[in-house]
C-alpha cells in the first residue's frame, strides 16, 4: 500500500449493518425461472424480489407447514 494513503484516523462504516450478506443457496430452476418471470412484470431485479420476499416471511414470522404423505 502506498505511504500516502493514513488510514490512522478512520472509522468502520457505520451502515455496514444495513449491507447485505453474499450466501450460497441451492434453488431449484423452476422456482428461479418464477421469481425472473414474476421480477420482469414488476421491473425489479429477481434477487431484490426474492429478498424482499423473504423479508416479509422474516418479519410476519411466517412459517412453512409441510403435510407429508405416507407411501403407498
Known sequence: MRKEYDFSKSRKNPYAKALKKQITIRIEEPTIDYFK???EEM???YQSLINLYLRDCAQSKRKLSLHWRKAS
Open 37 to 39: 418471470d414474476l421480477s
Open 43 to 45: 421491473g425489479i431485479p
